[in-house]
């Protein structure tokens, strides 16, 4: 019996790497999308079931090639986790128009056109999920998120769009904000005077990633924040 297919946009050291580890542990195959093959050889060559595919996540264009790519060497996705984010940061009056339009192709425009492409199967199964990894900026805009938290405020639109439309036929829309610093080498080199209960582990995000995925039904959550235990909010 064929394993079910985990699709992840934005593999990186962080939340996407431990995603993958935490749905191949489950029993997932794994596409593992990225712009950077570095960041998915190593994973392809750890997990089982798993494949790495260039995709550029601002490009329409990308995106659909990669998951043609996903489909004819790895079939349907069940699970599809869009944790491409990256932006830009500056206020009003520092961000160019390109950061601007940039931050929104990776966390909207993209999202958008990912989500189109698995939507028709997961209707014909009658059941598949769609995570989004959202931020902080996905509910709070800083004065230096003037480009980030306009593209994750339309992120977490769009997938509540997408929860309610798509919810009736089975499938599971939902959007971790995640509230706070991420644990990764460069984090802990910017901090280095934090404690480790500061950061946000990425295996603890790909645990509720995992969680929203298997949620019975009945009682489905749209939006869950992550944050640490002594995170102020």
Same mark, same amino acid.
């Given at each position: 019996?064929?394993?079910?297919?985990?699709?992840?946009?934005?593999?990186?050291?962080?939340? !996407?790497?431990?995603?993958? #580890? %935490?749905? +191949?542990?489950?029993?997932?195959?794994?596409?593992?999308?990225? %712009? =950077? /093959?570095?960041?998915?050889? /190593?994973?392809?060559?750890?997990? /089982?079931?798993?494949?790495?595919?260039?995709?550029?996540?601002?490009?329409?264009?990308?995106?659909?090639?990669?998951?043609? =790519?996903? +489909?004819?060497?790895?079939?349907?996705?069940? *699970?599809?986790? &869009?944790?491409? !984010?990256?932006? *830009?940061?500056?206020?009003?009056?520092?961000?160019?128009?390109?950061?601007?339009?940039?931050? &929104?192709?990776?966390?909207?425009?993209?999202?958008? $056109?990912?989500? %189109?492409? *698995?939507?028709?199967?997961?209707?014909?199964?009658?059941? !598949?999920?769609?995570?989004?990894?959202? $931020?902080?900026?996905?509910?709070?805009?800083? $004065?230096?998120?003037?480009?980030?938290?306009? +593209?994750?405020?339309?992120?977490? !639109?769009?997938?509540?769009?997408?929860?309610?439309?798509?919810?009736?036929?089975?499938?599971?829309?939902?959007?971790?904000? @995640?509230?706070?610093?991420? =644990?990764?080498? #460069?984090?802990?080199?910017?901090?280095?005077?934090?404690?480790?209960?500061?950061?946000?582990?990425?295996?603890?995000? $790909?645990?509720?990633?995992?969680?929203?995925?298997?949620?019975?039904?009945?009682? &489905?959550?749209?939006? @869950?924040?992550? #944050? /640490?235990?002594?995170?102020? &909010?």
């Amino acid at each position: 019996m064929a394993k079910p297919l985990c699709i992840i946009v934005g593999i990186g050291p962080g939340n !996407g790497a431990a995603i993958a #580890r %935490r749905f +191949a542990a489950e029993g997932y195959a794994t596409a593992l999308l990225t %712009r =950077d /093959p570095a960041h998915t050889e /190593p994973l392809v060559a750890e997990l /089982p079931d798993a494949r790495g595919y260039v995709c550029d996540a601002a490009s329409p264009a990308s995106i659909h090639t990669a998951f043609a =790519d996903v +489909a004819r060497e790895q079939g349907d996705a069940e *699970v599809l986790v &869009w944790n491409a !984010g990256s932006g *830009v940061f500056g206020n009003v009056e520092q961000l160019g128009l390109d950061g601007f339009e940039m931050a &929104w192709r990776v966390n909207a425009l993209g999202a958008f $056109a990912a989500s %189109r492409l *698995v939507i028709p199967a997961m209707k014909a199964r009658g059941q !598949g999920a769609i995570v989004f990894i959202g $931020a902080t900026a996905s509910v709070k805009g800083g $004065a230096r998120t003037a480009g980030f938290s306009s +593209a994750k405020f339309a992120q977490r !639109g769009l997938a509540q769009s997408m929860a309610r439309h798509l919810g009736p036929a089975g499938i599971h829309v939902a959007l971790v904000v @995640v509230d706070g610093v991420v =644990d990764l080498p #460069r984090t802990r080199e910017m901090m280095p005077d934090k404690p480790d209960d500061f950061f946000i582990r990425p295996d603890g995000v $790909a645990a509720t990633v995992l969680s929203l995925v298997r949620q019975d039904r009945s009682a &489905w959550s749209f939006e @869950v924040e992550a #944050r /640490p235990f002594g995170e102020s &909010w």
